[in-house]
Protein backbone atom coordinates (compact mmCIF):
# COMPACT_ATOMS: atom_id res chain seq x y z
CA UNK A 1 0.00 0.00 0.00
CA UNK A 2 1.71 3.01 -1.03
CA UNK A 3 1.94 6.73 0.77
CA UNK A 4 2.68 9.82 -0.08
CA UNK A 5 3.17 13.14 1.85
CA UNK A 6 0.77 15.11 1.07
CA UNK A 7 1.17 18.31 3.10
CA UNK A 8 3.79 19.60 5.28
CA UNK A 9 3.07 22.17 8.49
CA UNK A 10 5.68 23.74 10.79
CA UNK A 11 5.58 26.91 12.72
CA UNK A 12 8.94 28.56 13.04
CA UNK A 13 11.48 26.88 15.48
CA UNK A 14 13.25 29.14 18.27
CA UNK A 15 12.52 30.28 21.25
CA UNK A 16 8.67 30.71 21.68
CA UNK A 17 6.36 31.35 24.29
CA UNK A 18 3.93 28.79 23.73
CA UNK A 19 3.45 25.46 25.37
CA UNK A 20 3.79 22.07 23.83
CA UNK A 21 0.13 21.53 23.09
CA UNK A 22 -0.11 24.94 21.21
CA UNK A 23 3.23 24.45 19.44
CA UNK A 24 1.72 20.94 18.35
CA UNK A 25 -1.35 22.46 17.63
CA UNK A 26 -0.23 25.29 15.26
CA UNK A 27 1.66 23.07 13.08
CA UNK A 28 -0.69 20.10 12.82
CA UNK A 29 -3.35 23.12 12.01
CA UNK A 30 -1.23 23.99 8.71
CA UNK A 31 -0.60 20.59 7.89
CA UNK A 32 -4.54 19.87 7.68
CA UNK A 33 -5.15 23.05 6.13
CA UNK A 34 -2.93 21.68 3.61
CA UNK A 35 -5.03 18.92 2.87
CA UNK A 36 -8.35 20.85 3.15
CA UNK A 37 -9.23 19.37 6.29
CA UNK A 38 -9.61 15.84 4.90
CA UNK A 39 -10.66 13.10 7.94
CA UNK A 40 -7.95 11.86 9.58
CA UNK A 41 -7.92 8.31 10.91
CA UNK A 42 -4.57 7.93 12.23
CA UNK A 43 -2.44 10.36 14.54
CA UNK A 44 1.22 9.36 15.58
CA UNK A 45 2.91 11.87 17.82
CA UNK A 46 6.16 11.99 18.85
CA UNK A 47 8.68 14.04 21.77
CA UNK A 48 11.22 12.92 23.73
CA UNK A 49 10.16 15.09 26.90
CA UNK A 50 6.38 16.11 26.30
CA UNK A 51 7.18 19.15 28.91
CA UNK A 52 4.25 20.53 29.82
CA UNK A 53 3.75 23.72 32.77
CA UNK A 54 3.39 20.91 35.32
CA UNK A 55 5.46 18.26 34.01
CA UNK A 56 5.17 15.40 31.03
CA UNK A 57 1.76 15.74 29.12
CA UNK A 58 -0.42 13.16 28.07
CA UNK A 59 0.32 14.47 24.84
CA UNK A 60 -1.08 11.82 22.56
CA UNK A 61 -5.39 12.19 23.92
CA UNK A 62 -4.35 15.97 24.63
CA UNK A 63 -3.83 16.54 21.01
CA UNK A 64 -6.54 14.04 19.73
CA UNK A 65 -8.83 16.32 21.85
CA UNK A 66 -7.25 19.65 20.23
CA UNK A 67 -7.79 18.90 17.37
CA UNK A 68 -10.61 16.88 17.10
CA UNK A 69 -9.64 13.89 16.09
CA UNK A 70 -10.84 11.50 19.16
CA UNK A 71 -12.24 9.02 16.54
CA UNK A 72 -9.25 8.49 15.24
CA UNK A 73 -6.68 5.83 16.25
CA UNK A 74 -3.16 7.28 17.75
CA UNK A 75 -0.06 6.10 18.73
CA UNK A 76 2.83 7.78 20.58
CA UNK A 77 6.36 7.14 19.99
CA UNK A 78 10.19 8.28 21.80
CA UNK A 79 13.55 7.80 20.19
CA UNK A 80 15.10 10.98 21.56
CA UNK A 81 16.34 13.33 18.96
CA UNK A 82 15.36 10.25 16.29
CA UNK A 83 11.70 10.56 17.46
CA UNK A 84 10.21 12.52 14.05
CA UNK A 85 11.96 9.54 12.24
CA UNK A 86 10.11 7.13 14.14
CA UNK A 87 7.17 9.04 13.87
CA UNK A 88 6.76 9.29 10.31
CA UNK A 89 8.16 5.38 9.77
CA UNK A 90 5.29 4.57 12.13
CA UNK A 91 2.61 6.01 10.56
CA UNK A 92 4.43 5.36 7.09
CA UNK A 93 4.27 1.30 8.13
CA UNK A 94 0.76 1.49 9.64
CA UNK A 95 -0.63 3.05 6.24
CA UNK A 96 1.59 0.28 4.64
CA UNK A 97 -1.21 -2.30 6.07
CA UNK A 98 -3.68 -1.06 4.41
CA UNK A 99 -6.36 -0.26 7.66
CA UNK A 100 -5.97 3.69 7.48
CA UNK A 101 -6.32 5.99 5.08
CA UNK A 102 -4.65 9.31 5.83
CA UNK A 103 -2.56 9.92 8.83
CA UNK A 104 -1.66 13.24 10.94
CA UNK A 105 2.22 12.85 12.18
CA UNK A 106 3.27 15.32 14.69
CA UNK A 107 6.87 15.55 16.18
CA UNK A 108 7.05 18.45 19.16
CA UNK A 109 9.54 19.48 21.80
CA UNK A 110 9.34 22.82 24.36
CA UNK A 111 12.65 23.12 25.59
CA UNK A 112 13.69 26.64 26.12
CA UNK A 113 11.68 27.24 29.57
CA UNK A 114 14.69 24.70 31.51
CA UNK A 115 18.25 25.50 31.96
CA UNK A 116 20.83 24.91 29.68
CA UNK A 117 22.03 22.30 32.58
CA UNK A 118 18.63 20.84 32.69
CA UNK A 119 18.57 20.26 29.61
CA UNK A 120 21.73 19.05 28.91
CA UNK A 121 21.33 16.46 31.89
CA UNK A 122 17.78 15.39 30.02
CA UNK A 123 19.15 15.36 26.81
CA UNK A 124 22.09 12.71 28.25
CA UNK A 125 18.97 10.08 28.52
CA UNK A 126 19.36 9.08 25.88
CA UNK A 127 23.35 8.12 26.38
CA UNK A 128 23.91 4.48 28.27
CA UNK A 129 23.49 4.91 32.06
CA UNK A 130 27.64 4.24 32.69
CA UNK A 131 28.23 7.15 30.52
CA UNK A 132 25.59 8.92 32.07
CA UNK A 133 27.59 7.57 35.68
CA UNK A 134 30.58 9.69 34.56
CA UNK A 135 28.78 12.33 33.79
CA UNK A 136 28.99 12.25 30.09
CA UNK A 137 26.49 14.48 28.05
CA UNK A 138 25.79 14.56 24.06
CA UNK A 139 28.46 17.64 23.15
CA UNK A 140 31.17 15.69 25.38
CA UNK A 141 30.83 12.58 24.05
CA UNK A 142 29.64 14.24 20.43
CA UNK A 143 33.20 16.23 21.01
CA UNK A 144 35.47 12.97 21.30
CA UNK A 145 34.01 11.16 17.98
CA UNK A 146 34.61 14.52 16.36
CA UNK A 147 38.20 14.45 17.37
CA UNK A 148 38.52 10.72 16.31
CA UNK A 149 37.76 11.76 13.26
CA UNK A 150 39.87 14.92 13.03
CA UNK A 151 42.90 12.69 14.46
CA UNK A 152 41.90 9.73 11.69
CA UNK A 153 41.71 12.13 8.38
CA UNK A 154 44.29 14.41 9.93
CA UNK A 155 42.28 17.47 9.82
CA UNK A 156 42.20 20.95 11.53
CA UNK A 157 39.05 21.95 13.24
CA UNK A 158 38.34 24.30 10.01
CA UNK A 159 36.71 21.53 8.60
CA UNK A 160 33.83 21.71 11.24
CA UNK A 161 33.58 25.60 10.82
CA UNK A 162 32.80 25.48 7.05
CA UNK A 163 30.31 22.57 8.54
CA UNK A 164 28.38 25.07 10.63
CA UNK A 165 29.01 27.97 7.91
CA UNK A 166 27.37 26.05 5.66
CA UNK A 167 24.23 25.13 7.90
CA UNK A 168 23.63 28.94 8.80
CA UNK A 169 23.91 29.97 5.31
CA UNK A 170 21.55 28.04 4.20
CA UNK A 171 19.16 28.87 7.69
CA UNK A 172 18.89 31.88 6.21
CA UNK A 173 16.52 31.30 3.47
CA UNK A 174 13.97 29.17 5.88
CA UNK A 175 11.91 31.27 7.66
CA UNK A 176 11.35 28.68 9.96
CA UNK A 177 15.11 28.33 11.08
CA UNK A 178 15.70 29.37 14.73
CA UNK A 179 19.11 31.04 12.94
CA UNK A 180 18.53 33.65 10.50
CA UNK A 181 21.50 35.45 10.26
CA UNK A 182 24.98 33.98 8.27
CA UNK A 183 28.32 32.87 10.16
CA UNK A 184 32.08 33.27 8.82
CA UNK A 185 34.51 31.08 9.65
CA UNK A 186 36.26 33.40 11.90
CA UNK A 187 32.98 33.78 14.28
CA UNK A 188 32.64 29.78 14.49
CA UNK A 189 36.44 29.65 15.46
CA UNK A 190 36.15 32.59 18.15
CA UNK A 191 32.62 31.22 19.52
CA UNK A 192 32.87 30.22 22.89
CA UNK A 193 34.29 26.65 24.20
CA UNK A 194 31.49 24.06 24.45
CA UNK A 195 33.62 20.51 25.28
CA UNK A 196 36.56 21.07 22.32
CA UNK A 197 37.28 20.30 19.57
CA UNK A 198 33.30 21.50 19.75
CA UNK A 199 32.80 25.13 20.43
CA UNK A 200 29.11 26.84 20.68
CA UNK A 201 28.32 27.65 16.97
CA UNK A 202 29.24 24.01 16.37
CA UNK A 203 26.84 22.78 18.16
CA UNK A 204 22.39 22.64 18.03
CA UNK A 205 20.56 24.89 19.50
CA UNK A 206 17.80 24.49 22.63
CA UNK A 207 14.91 25.10 20.32
CA UNK A 208 11.39 25.09 20.82
CA UNK A 209 9.29 24.15 17.90
CA UNK A 210 7.24 21.49 16.08
CA UNK A 211 6.65 19.60 12.55
CA UNK A 212 3.43 17.76 11.61
CA UNK A 213 2.82 16.30 7.89
CA UNK A 214 -0.34 14.41 6.31
CA UNK A 215 0.77 10.89 5.17
CA UNK A 216 -2.08 9.51 3.08
CA UNK A 217 -2.67 6.72 0.37
CA UNK A 218 -1.93 7.05 -3.00
CA UNK A 219 1.30 8.60 -5.15
CA UNK A 220 2.58 12.15 -5.12
CA UNK A 221 5.76 13.63 -5.78
CA UNK A 222 6.78 13.00 -2.08
CA UNK A 223 6.39 9.14 -2.63
CA UNK A 224 7.48 6.93 0.30
CA UNK A 225 9.92 5.21 -1.88
CA UNK A 226 12.25 3.61 0.99
CA UNK A 227 12.05 3.09 4.90
CA UNK A 228 15.25 1.57 6.94
CA UNK A 229 16.62 1.79 10.71
CA UNK A 230 19.67 0.16 11.93
CA UNK A 231 20.69 0.20 15.77
CA UNK A 232 24.21 0.46 17.17
CA UNK A 233 25.80 -0.14 20.59
CA UNK A 234 24.23 2.23 22.77
CA UNK A 235 27.52 2.51 24.88
CA UNK A 236 30.50 4.33 22.66
CA UNK A 237 33.15 2.12 23.81
CA UNK A 238 31.75 -1.11 22.67
CA UNK A 239 30.97 0.33 18.97
CA UNK A 240 33.56 -0.79 15.94
CA UNK A 241 34.68 2.27 15.29
CA UNK A 242 33.23 6.04 16.12
CA UNK A 243 34.33 7.67 12.94
CA UNK A 244 31.75 6.34 11.12
CA UNK A 245 28.21 5.62 12.66
CA UNK A 246 27.31 2.40 11.64
CA UNK A 247 23.22 2.62 12.73
CA UNK A 248 23.23 5.23 9.98
CA UNK A 249 25.04 2.34 7.25
CA UNK A 250 22.28 -0.14 8.51
CA UNK A 251 19.29 1.94 8.15
CA UNK A 252 20.40 3.58 4.63
CA UNK A 253 21.44 0.11 3.07
CA UNK A 254 17.76 -0.88 3.99
CA UNK A 255 16.44 2.21 2.42
CA UNK A 256 18.28 1.66 -0.51
CA UNK A 257 17.13 -1.85 -0.89
CA UNK A 258 13.72 -0.89 -0.42
CA UNK A 259 13.59 1.94 -2.67
CA UNK A 260 15.27 -0.39 -5.52
CA UNK A 261 18.06 2.40 -5.97
CA UNK A 262 21.14 3.66 -5.19
CA UNK A 263 22.91 6.88 -3.33
CA UNK A 264 23.74 8.37 -7.06
CA UNK A 265 19.61 9.09 -7.79
CA UNK A 266 19.59 11.35 -4.68
CA UNK A 267 18.95 14.63 -5.70
CA UNK A 268 18.65 16.59 -2.12
CA UNK A 269 19.72 14.94 1.45
CA UNK A 270 18.68 16.30 4.48
CA UNK A 271 21.34 14.71 7.82
CA UNK A 272 21.03 15.05 11.54
CA UNK A 273 23.92 17.02 12.41
CA UNK A 274 23.12 17.99 15.67
CA UNK A 275 26.83 18.79 15.94
CA UNK A 276 28.11 20.29 12.52
CA UNK A 277 31.09 17.76 11.88
CA UNK A 278 28.35 14.91 11.91
CA UNK A 279 27.13 16.65 8.85
CA UNK A 280 30.58 15.07 7.54
CA UNK A 281 29.91 11.77 9.30
CA UNK A 282 26.40 10.73 7.68
CA UNK A 283 27.32 11.90 4.08
CA UNK A 284 29.84 9.29 3.92
CA UNK A 285 28.12 6.80 5.94
CA UNK A 286 25.01 7.61 3.43
CA UNK A 287 27.18 6.48 0.23
CA UNK A 288 27.19 10.00 -0.94
CA UNK A 289 30.90 9.89 -0.89
CA UNK A 290 33.40 7.42 0.53
CA UNK A 291 34.95 7.73 3.67
CA UNK A 292 36.96 11.27 4.48
CA UNK A 293 35.95 12.59 1.33
CA UNK A 294 33.02 14.80 3.06
CA UNK A 295 35.66 17.56 4.15
CA UNK A 296 36.32 18.46 0.18
CA UNK A 297 32.89 18.27 -0.42
CA UNK A 298 32.19 21.06 2.10
CA UNK A 299 35.56 22.32 0.59
CA UNK A 300 34.27 22.72 -2.76
CA UNK A 301 30.67 23.52 -1.99
CA UNK A 302 29.29 20.15 -3.64
CA UNK A 303 26.89 20.38 -0.91
CA UNK A 304 25.59 23.82 -1.82
CA UNK A 305 21.99 24.38 -3.54
CA UNK A 306 23.67 24.14 -6.25
CA UNK A 307 26.13 21.01 -5.46
CA UNK A 308 26.56 17.59 -6.75
CA UNK A 309 23.94 16.85 -3.93
CA UNK A 310 22.74 19.49 -1.94
CA UNK A 311 22.90 18.82 1.97
CA UNK A 312 20.52 20.11 4.18
CA UNK A 313 19.02 23.29 2.36
CA UNK A 314 16.48 23.84 5.43
CA UNK A 315 19.84 25.12 7.71
CA UNK A 316 19.96 21.35 8.89
CA UNK A 317 19.82 20.76 12.72
CA UNK A 318 22.30 23.39 13.40
CA UNK A 319 20.81 26.22 11.13
CA UNK A 320 17.37 25.23 12.00
CA UNK A 321 17.30 24.76 15.34
CA UNK A 322 16.84 21.46 17.20
CA UNK A 323 13.37 20.83 19.49
CA UNK A 324 14.52 17.27 19.38
CA UNK A 325 11.93 15.17 18.33
CA UNK A 326 10.47 17.70 15.99
CA UNK A 327 13.90 17.69 14.21
CA UNK A 328 13.88 14.11 12.70
CA UNK A 329 10.35 15.05 11.07
CA UNK A 330 11.59 17.94 10.19
CA UNK A 331 13.75 16.75 8.22
CA UNK A 332 11.71 14.49 5.97
CA UNK A 333 9.25 17.37 5.94
CA UNK A 334 11.95 19.49 4.34
CA UNK A 335 12.59 16.61 1.62
CA UNK A 336 8.73 17.04 1.06
CA UNK A 337 8.44 20.46 0.41
CA UNK A 338 12.01 20.36 -2.14
CA UNK A 339 10.13 17.65 -4.06
CA UNK A 340 6.87 19.10 -3.86
CA UNK A 341 8.30 22.45 -5.55
CA UNK A 342 7.11 24.35 -2.12
CA UNK A 343 10.23 24.97 -0.83
CA UNK A 344 10.16 28.76 -1.85
CA UNK A 345 13.24 30.69 -0.90
CA UNK A 346 14.94 27.50 0.29
CA UNK A 347 14.35 25.60 -2.92
CA UNK A 348 17.77 23.87 -4.56
CA UNK A 349 18.63 24.91 -7.83
CA UNK A 350 17.05 22.15 -9.73
CA UNK A 351 13.37 20.88 -8.82
CA UNK A 352 14.76 17.27 -7.28
CA UNK A 353 12.72 13.96 -8.08
CA UNK A 354 14.33 11.83 -5.16
CA UNK A 355 15.75 12.67 -1.83
CA UNK A 356 16.67 11.23 1.10
CA UNK A 357 16.23 12.16 5.13
CA UNK A 358 18.22 10.85 7.60
CA UNK A 359 17.08 11.39 11.70
CA UNK A 360 19.72 10.02 14.54
CA UNK A 361 19.18 9.35 17.87
CA UNK A 362 21.49 10.27 20.65
CA UNK A 363 24.72 9.44 19.09
CA UNK A 364 23.74 7.37 16.26
CA UNK A 365 22.67 4.61 18.97
CA UNK A 366 18.88 3.98 16.45
CA UNK A 367 18.89 6.15 12.89
CA UNK A 368 16.08 6.22 10.54
CA UNK A 369 16.86 7.10 7.01
CA UNK A 370 13.85 7.59 4.41
CA UNK A 371 13.90 8.62 0.59
CA UNK A 372 10.72 9.80 -0.94
CA UNK A 373 10.27 10.95 -4.48
CA UNK A 374 7.77 10.48 -7.84
CA UNK A 375 6.35 7.10 -7.90
CA UNK A 376 8.17 5.71 -10.85
CA UNK A 377 5.96 2.47 -11.17
CA UNK B 1 58.74 3.30 38.26
CA UNK B 2 56.23 1.48 36.19
CA UNK B 3 52.41 1.60 37.83
CA UNK B 4 52.04 -1.62 39.86
CA UNK B 5 48.14 -1.24 39.96
CA UNK B 6 45.36 -3.71 38.31
CA UNK B 7 42.37 -3.23 36.48
CA UNK B 8 39.67 -6.03 36.26
CA UNK B 9 38.42 -7.02 32.65
CA UNK B 10 36.41 -10.27 31.60
CA UNK B 11 36.97 -12.26 28.58
CA UNK B 12 33.08 -13.51 27.72
CA UNK B 13 33.53 -17.58 27.17
CA UNK B 14 30.42 -17.29 24.64
CA UNK B 15 31.61 -14.72 22.13
CA UNK B 16 35.32 -14.23 23.19
CA UNK B 17 34.65 -10.41 23.34
CA UNK B 18 37.04 -8.85 25.89
CA UNK B 19 35.68 -5.90 27.88
CA UNK B 20 34.77 -4.08 31.36
CA UNK B 21 33.32 -3.84 33.31
CA UNK B 22 34.38 -7.27 34.71
CA UNK B 23 31.30 -7.99 36.47
CA UNK B 24 29.22 -8.24 33.27
CA UNK B 25 27.07 -8.81 31.29
CA UNK B 26 29.19 -9.47 28.11
CA UNK B 27 27.77 -6.32 25.85
CA UNK B 28 28.62 -8.17 22.71
CA UNK B 29 26.50 -10.81 23.44
CA UNK B 30 24.77 -10.42 27.28
CA UNK B 31 26.71 -13.90 28.04
CA UNK B 32 26.76 -13.69 31.98
CA UNK B 33 29.49 -16.44 31.56
CA UNK B 34 32.46 -14.40 31.54
CA UNK B 35 36.40 -14.68 33.09
CA UNK B 36 37.54 -12.02 35.01
CA UNK B 37 41.28 -11.49 34.83
CA UNK B 38 43.85 -8.94 35.48
CA UNK B 39 46.09 -6.35 33.73
CA UNK B 40 47.94 -2.97 33.50
CA UNK B 41 45.46 -0.18 35.19
CA UNK B 42 48.03 2.30 32.74
CA UNK B 43 45.91 3.44 29.31
CA UNK B 44 46.51 5.14 26.46
CA UNK B 45 44.37 8.37 25.63
CA UNK B 46 42.74 8.08 22.37
CA UNK B 47 40.42 11.23 22.62
CA UNK B 48 39.85 14.14 25.65
CA UNK B 49 37.66 16.72 25.91
CA UNK B 50 36.88 19.36 29.04
CA UNK B 51 33.26 20.44 29.60
CA UNK B 52 32.25 23.46 29.65
CA UNK B 53 28.33 22.97 30.10
CA UNK B 54 28.27 19.68 32.10
CA UNK B 55 24.60 18.64 33.20
CA UNK B 56 23.43 19.70 36.11
CA UNK B 57 24.75 18.27 39.14
CA UNK B 58 28.02 18.53 37.64
CA UNK B 59 31.05 21.58 38.07
CA UNK B 60 32.52 22.59 35.21
CA UNK B 61 35.05 22.10 33.92
CA UNK B 62 34.41 18.66 33.88
CA UNK B 63 37.14 16.48 32.11
CA UNK B 64 36.31 12.87 30.20
CA UNK B 65 38.81 10.86 28.06
CA UNK B 66 38.39 8.08 25.78
CA UNK B 67 41.09 5.36 26.89
CA UNK B 68 42.39 2.06 25.26
CA UNK B 69 43.75 -0.42 27.52
CA UNK B 70 45.03 -3.71 27.71
CA UNK B 71 43.62 -6.50 24.35
CA UNK B 72 42.28 -3.77 22.67
CA UNK B 73 39.45 -2.48 25.13
CA UNK B 74 38.54 0.69 25.59
CA UNK B 75 36.43 2.90 28.52
CA UNK B 76 35.10 6.16 28.73
CA UNK B 77 36.66 7.67 32.20
CA UNK B 78 36.69 10.95 34.60
CA UNK B 79 39.72 12.66 34.12
CA UNK B 80 41.14 13.98 37.39
CA UNK B 81 43.73 16.56 37.37
CA UNK B 82 44.93 17.90 33.97
CA UNK B 83 43.20 17.63 30.56
CA UNK B 84 45.74 14.99 28.47
CA UNK B 85 46.88 14.64 25.22
CA UNK B 86 45.42 12.24 22.93
CA UNK B 87 48.23 9.63 23.45
CA UNK B 88 49.33 10.20 26.41
CA UNK B 89 49.42 7.33 29.40
CA UNK B 90 46.97 7.35 32.06
CA UNK B 91 46.55 4.95 34.78
CA UNK B 92 42.94 4.10 35.74
CA UNK B 93 41.41 2.92 38.97
CA UNK B 94 37.24 1.81 39.30
CA UNK B 95 35.11 3.47 41.97
CA UNK B 96 32.18 2.15 42.09
CA UNK B 97 30.33 1.96 38.79
CA UNK B 98 32.80 4.88 37.26
CA UNK B 99 36.65 4.82 35.60
CA UNK B 100 38.61 7.35 37.07
CA UNK B 101 42.21 8.26 34.97
CA UNK B 102 45.09 10.45 36.10
CA UNK B 103 48.29 11.00 34.49
CA UNK B 104 50.58 8.37 35.02
CA UNK B 105 53.37 9.00 37.61
CA UNK B 106 56.40 9.84 35.72
CA UNK B 107 59.14 7.36 36.49
Known sequence: MTAHVASVGMGRFGKRPEGLIDLAAEAAGLALEGVGRKPIDLLVVGSMFAQGPHGREALLPRLAGRLGLESASGFRVDSSSGTGGMAFHTAALALETGRFERALVVAVEKMTDRTTAEITRDLAASLHMSEVAAGATMPGLAAIVTERYLQRYGLSTDVCDLATVHARAMAVTNPNAHFQKAVTPAEVAASRAVALPLRLLHCSAISDGATALVLERGTGPATVLGLGQGFDALRLVDREELTSFAATRVAARRAYESAHLTRKELDVVEVHDAFSPFALIHIEDLGICGPGEAPGWFEKGWVGRDGRVPVNPSGGVVGRGHPVAASGLAEIGEVALQLRGEAGRHAISKRPKIGLAHAMSGIASHNFVTILGGKAA | ?107
Do not use: N
Not at chain 2, 53 to 65: K, S, T
Open chain 2, 1 to 107: MISEATLELARCQSCQARFLPADGPCPKCGSFQCTPYSTSAVGKVLAATELHYPAAGWHAPHRLALIEVADSVRLLAIVDGTLPVSGALVEIRREKDVYHARPEPAG
